[in-house]
């Protein structure tokens, strides 16, 4: 077993830690928000917010009038106070934002990225870290999505200033982000590359330079700790080979986790259902994993006490759990989902499917059956196909060989004038403003229409059920690690 690997300090930072044998995976958007990973970060273990999103989360927040003030406490904390008080004076709403009220639009970052969009990437980055770290000393990581590129040097350096120890990035294969990462730790001036459709690689970068933005010199940040989130034995091991884009470690995440799925290798063969079956050459090599050398965790069915001895027998540091965690009471799913969610994990009437087309990403997406969700069908049809929030949104080389952005969830016309394939289009579903949904921040349309949501979970409900049965009005995320950890009943 491989508990208690203490580890040296990166640049600028000042301690060394035990690495823990429980991450509390981070998901998106705003599932694992500052209170989830701040109750995990507490009792030991890694907590991990989500970093997607979370300008458009700050400023719907601040519109819903700020409840108990968090966020204006935490953007009272950050270095350049007339930054924060943009913010503020853009999107608070004292009294709230009356239900009927559409929520404002925000800058969206593009490959070319103004002030005001930079700058909300980063008090968002900012405050949801800032406020999982508030009050104690344990550690919290921000997750990312290699696919969503053009934000990540804003939102990591929001993280950065409020002093995030880990970053954790899967959908993709993330070579950038070590280097960038010292970048930023000296507030240094990056152009992180970004894959461009119909330009060869390295064509295209987003600029970020942080002195001209924050106008202030500010002492080296604490360099956190990457962690790559990959499906297979050999993303690893291609990872570590050369330094420069070696991470500190690897979530290695098989295909019956929470959200995203690398999708099947070799032939996609689907289930009666349509379902994409996924066979033992999509799980990884775990001794080939160990055998690297470098710690890692494994995700993905393994929120069970059973799960984490697995994983530490076969070498691991420990698991990566998402779902046990989704449903506790500390994540951020809006209430009466949670509840219904937790109800038919009960009862075990929970059902989890892979969707092969609903992620406008490509990628496979575990989808939760929730009625009212765009999980059926008729929700779906019911649903005015638009596209306004555009996280998911890929740059592509237009005509005129500018960058534009499109989305296979947009509406179909505009799509196939930016040169989208119809047959992309069909049965995407609009994932960012059904992720908004989920954590009470859907958007109300003029016309009245209120955005549903769109419920990912794993596949493994043995975790859920059983926790179920021992805390029947629900768990927090503390009784969750307890019953991981074995202090507790099973
Ligand atoms: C609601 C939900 C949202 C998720 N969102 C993300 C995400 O945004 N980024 C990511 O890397 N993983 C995401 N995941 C995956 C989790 O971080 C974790 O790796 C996975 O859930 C582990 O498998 P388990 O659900 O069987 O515990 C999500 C999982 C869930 C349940």
């Known amino acids: ?72 406490r ?22 709230g934002r009356s239900p009927a009220q559409s929520y404002l639009g925000v800058p969206k970052l593009a490959i070319v ?109 604490k360099r956190p700790r990457f962690l790559a989130i990959v499906s297979a034995h050999i993303l690893a091991e291609y990872l570590a080979r050369d330094e420069a884009i070696r991470p500190d470690g690897f979530v290695i995440e098989g295909p019956r986790a929470g959200g995203h799925n690398a999708p099947p290798r070799g032939k996609v063969v689907l289930d009666e259902s349509g379902e994409p079956q996924f066979g033992p050459r999509d799980y990884a090599d775990i001794d080939k994993v160990a055998a690297i050398g470098m710690p890692f965790w494994l995700a993905g069915a393994y929120g069970t006490p059973e799960g984490l001895i697995a994983a530490q027998s076969a070498g691991a540091v420990g698991i990566q759990v998402g779902t046990l965690f989704a449903l506790s009471s500390d994540a951020n799913f809006e209430p009466s989902i949670r509840e219904a969610l937790v109800a038919k994990a009960a009862e075990g009437t929970l059902q989890v499917k892979t969707s092969l087309r609903g992620s406008p990403t490509g990628f496979p997406f575990k989808v939760a059956d929730l009625d009212g969700s765009l999980s059926d069908p008729e929700v779906v049809e019911a649903r005015p196909r638009l596209c306004d929030l555009g996280f998911l949104g890929v740059p592509y080389v237009r005509e005129n060989g500018k960058v534009g952005h499109r989305c296979p969830a947009e509406p179909v016309k505009p799509f196939s004038r930016k040169g989208g394939g119809a047959d992309d289009a069909e049965g995407r579903l609009c994932l960012c403003n059904a992720l908004m949904a989920n954590v009470g921040l859907g958007q109300t349309r003029a016309t009245g229409y209120v955005e549903r949501p769109l419920i990912t979970l794993g596949a493994d409900l043995d975790g859920p059920k059983r926790l179920a049965a021992l805390h029947p009005g629900g768990w927090t995320a503390v009784q969750a690690l307890d019953w991981l950890l074995g202090s507790s009943e099973t």
């Open 1 to 72: 077993m491989a508990t208690n690997n203490a580890v040296s300090p990166g640049a600028g930072s000042t301690a060394s830690h035990t690495l823990p044998s429980i991450i509390q995976g981070g998901m998106g958007a705003a599932v694992s928000s500052w209170r989830l990973a701040s109750q995990v970060a507490q009792s030991g273990q890694l907590g991990v917010v989500s970093g997607i999103g979370l300008d458009v989360v700050l400023a719907r927040r601040l519109q819903d009038g700020d409840k108990g003030g968090h966020i204006r």
């Open 74 to 95: 935490a953007l009272a904390a950050f270095p350049v106070p007339a930054i924060a008080a943009r913010a503020i004076e853009e999107y608070y709403l004292p009294d």
């Open 113 to 221: 990225q103004d002030r005001p969009s930079q700058e909300l990437a980063i008090l968002g980055n900012f405050t949801e870290v800032w406020l999982a770290k508030e009050g104690h000393t344990g550690l919290v990581g921000v997750n990312y999505l290699e696919k969503v590129q053009m934000a990540t040097p804003a939102a990591a350096y929001g993280a950065m200033l409020a002093g995030v120890d880990y970053v954790l990035m899967g959908a993709g294969l993330p070579r950038e982000i070590p280097r960038l990462l010292n970048q930023l730790t000296t507030h240094s001036a990056v152009s992180f590359p970004v894959d461009v459709q119909g330009a060869e690689p390295g064509t295209f970068t987003v600029s970020l330079d942080p002195l001209d933005l924050l106008g202030v010199s500010l002492p080296p940040l």
